[in-house]
T-cell receptor, first 112, second 112 residues
Framework: DAGVIQSPRHEVTEMGQEVTLRCKPI?????LFWYRQTMMRGLELLIY????????DSGMPEDRFSAKMPNASFSTLKIQPSEPRDSAVYFC??????????FGPGTRLLVL | DAKTTQPPSMDCAEGRAANLPCNHS???????VYWYRQIHSQGPQYIIH???NNETNEMASLIITEDRKSSTLILPHATLRDTAVYYC?????????????FGPGTRLSVLP
């Protein structure tokens, strides 16, 4: 299996621009998670889906962040408008029946 | 909040066993102990997990004390590529609401 796939791997944008991060989970997995990692706050869970339905979005920082999962093989995390404090590494992970999570390589986002 | 306590850093000589401790004194009866590691610039990587019996796989061994209040991850023959941050996490394996909470982990440096 190819594992969790994320794109882009690196993103540099200017403050105020819209940013869209993409994730393809491992085939057959029914849970998908979005995390953010910064030096100050470590690894934080933003939102997770079960069978394409958002279950818990309490970690989403504010309304500028939104996530969707239109089908079992694709999810997006959107930031609009982006701000410099959103600079971080964003990880997507998937699991089967809420067990072991497998992480993607991450997207490094820099907002100038 | 993370429910585990780990030393912030450890060193290990290449070829020797690396023993990484974790305290989880408030662990519940249905909570598993999971170990992940994160090599610089990569996504967290699953290593092993267990409930109360010791576990071994191709990567490591997990020793859980009889009272389950602490555990040790053992890398039997550490290599330079094992240099990473190691996270100990406790969670219910089949959960609907509780998720992985990553603490600061232990930064393991394998020295030549």
């Amino acid at each position: 299996d190819a594992g969790v796939i994320q794109s882009p791997r690196h993103e540099v944008t200017e403050m105020g621009q819209e940013v869209t991060l993409r994730c393809k989970p491992i085939s057959g997995h029914d849970y998908l998670f979005w995390y953010r990692q910064t030096m100050m706050r470590g690894l934080e869970l933003l939102i997770y889906f079960n069978n394409n339905v958002p279950i818990d979005d309490s970690g989403m920082p504010e309304d500028r962040f939104s996530a969707k999962m239109p089908n079992a093989s694709f999810s997006t995390l959107k930031i609009q408008p982006s701000e410099p404090r959103d600079s971080a590494v964003y990880f997507c992970a998937s699991s089967l029946v809420a067990k072991t999570q497998y992480f993607g390589p991450g997207t490094r986002l820099l907002v100038l | 909040d993370a429910k585990t306590t780990q030393p912030p850093s450890m060193d290990c000589a290449e070829g020797r066993a690396a023993n990484l401790p974790c305290n989880h004194s408030t662990i519940s009866g249905n909570e598993y102990v999971y170990w992940y590691r994160q090599i610089h610039s990569q996504g967290p990587q699953y290593i092993i997990h267990g409930l109360k019996n010791n576990e071994t796989n191709e990567m490591a061994s997990l020793i859980i004390t009889e009272d389950r209040k602490s555990s040790t991850l053992i890398l039997p023959h550490a290599t330079l590529r094992d240099t990473a941050v190691y996270y100990c996490i406790v969670r219910v394996a089949d959960n609907y609401g509780q998720n992985f909470v990553f603490g600061p982990g232990t930064r393991l440096s394998v020295l030549p």
